[in-house]
């Protein structure tokens, strides 16, 4: 229901091949509120239009009642009084439509009812599940961005290790850069100073 269309009231004039009058009317009857959209215009709903058409079912069917019982009446009026026991036989029925009349009412209104409540649980149900899903995702966002804080704390580590490790190795081979062998396995170690040191492996 929270993605109905926004039908304009043309094109409910046209559904229902009623004017503006008509359709405020069974606004009216149906308790249907006017929206307006951000741009000023009136508009209904999906639902709406829907509610509207069985509406204008019922009104029909109870116009055509009222017209048939008003016939009726008016015919009763021009019998002999000797039509008297027909007459009450019709009156009789005149009133059983008439009640008909009222209980198609009480329905529609009792069916607009359940409809609300049905639409209120609807939401209800569905927010709770949006937000436990919400919270689901949200706790596990948490765990993946502290893996990857500890991730990169880790590899920051390795790095500096790395270069730590690199100068090491440029330092032993400078030193070892100094010795030069001169017989067998003598070495003679290149000092600043030109000093020499001799060493055996």
Known sequence: MGDSLEILPKTVRSLLNIDNDGIIELCKAGDIPLRQNEHGLTY??????????????????????????????????????????????STHQINNDNESVLLLKQITSAVKNIENGFYDKFSSILE???????????????????????????????????????????????ELSRYKQVFGKFYVKNEPDDEFNIFND
């Not at 029909?60 to 017209?67: A, I, V």
Request: aromatic fraction near 4%.
């Open 128 to 174: 709770n599940k949006l937000e436990y899903k919400l919270e689901e995702k949200l706790a596990g966002l948490d765990e993946v961005i502290m893996d990857l804080v500890k991730s990169k704390s880790e590899v920051e580590q390795l790095r500096k290790t790395i270069a730590d490790n690199t100068k090491e190795i440029y330092s032993l081979k400078n």
């Open 44 to 89: 209904f709903t999906t639902d709406d239009v829907i509610t509207l058409k069985k509406l204008q079912k019922i009104q029909t069917e109870t116009n055509h009642k009222e017209e048939k019982s008003i016939k009726l009446k008016n015919t009763l009026k021009k019998l002999p009084a000797k039509k008297q026991e027909q007459k009450n036989i």
